[in-house]
T-cell receptor
Framework: KQEVTQIPAALSVPEGENLVLNCSFT??????LQWFRQDPGKGLTSLLL?????REQTSGRLNASLDKSSGRSTLYIAASQPGDSATYLC???????????FGPGTSLSVIP | GAVVSQHPSWVICKSGTSVKIECRSL??????MFWYRQFPKQSLMLMAT?????????EQGVEKDKFLINHASLTLSTLTVTSAHPEDSSFYIC???????????FGPGTRLTVT
């Protein structure tokens, strides 16, 4: 059974800092891994999708890496801004027709 | 990117009544739709998977007679919470996929409050 964990559960940093969010999954046989952002009371915003054959994806100040063999992914946020404050969820898909398994999320607070 | 809408975005209903939530794929045909539930300060948990024209597959512990899912067309799936109780109050999110490993696109969610 696939389990997804995220460390840390919460993080508070001053504006401008670079930071790393971690995601681990127990079954390395995944189809893809996706990072989402969720603002309080809101839905999900897809940030980055990494296919199983890829090692990383970049979008603006965000960079996500994937190491399938070790069951890990990291989300790197450069030059953090107060607007980055949100909960970040990682999610894995086992097969193309399967359900997405979500991690518990990391709550990020960027202090001005 | 593909757009998935949900209606309503929020709803308040009285205990014992039923409420229907719609999930629509606006610019693609969704062969598969997923319904998730999120309780406060928890992550999303899959409730059921529905394929167009077929009965939904429910996750263990989800009452199929309470949470009725219909996926009658390639662009619409509905979730009906029957005889709602306060413990059903939650954030419900759907996602849609055109299948074949394509990305799942998530709706904006529906916040249900049962009083």
């Amino acid at each position: 059974k696939q389990e997804v964990t995220q460390i840390p559960a919460a993080l508070s940093v001053p504006e401008g800092e670079n930071l790393v969010l971690n995601c681990s999954f127990t079954d390395s046989a995944i189809y893809n891994l996706q990072w989402f952002r969720q603002d309080p009371g809101k839905g999900l915003t897809s940030l980055l999708l990494i296919q199983s054959s890829q090692r990383e994806q970049t979008s603006g100040r965000l960079n996500a890496s994937l190491d399938k063999s070790s069951g890990r992914s990291t989300l790197y946020i450069a030059a953090s801004q107060p607007g980055d404050s949100a909960t970040y969820l990682c999610a894995v898909l086992k097969t193309s027709y399967d359900k997405v398994i979500f991690g518990p999320g990391t709550s990020l607070s960027v202090i001005p | 990117g593909a757009v998935v809408s949900q209606h309503p975005s929020w709803v308040i209903c009285k205990s014992g009544t039923s409420v229907k939530i719609e999930c629509r794929s606006l610019d693609f045909q969704a062969t598969t739709m997923f319904w998730y539930r999120q309780f406060p300060k928890q992550s999303l948990m899959l409730m059921a998977t529905s394929n167009e024209g077929s009965k939904a597959t429910y996750e263990q512990g989800v009452e199929k007679d309470k949470f009725l899912i219909n996926h009658a067309s390639l662009t619409l799936s509905t979730l009906t919470v029957t005889s709602a109780h306060p413990e059903d109050s939650s954030f419900y999110i759907c996602s849609a996929s055109s299948g074949g490993g394509y990305e799942q696109y998530f709706g904006p969610g529906t916040r249900l409050t049962v009083t």
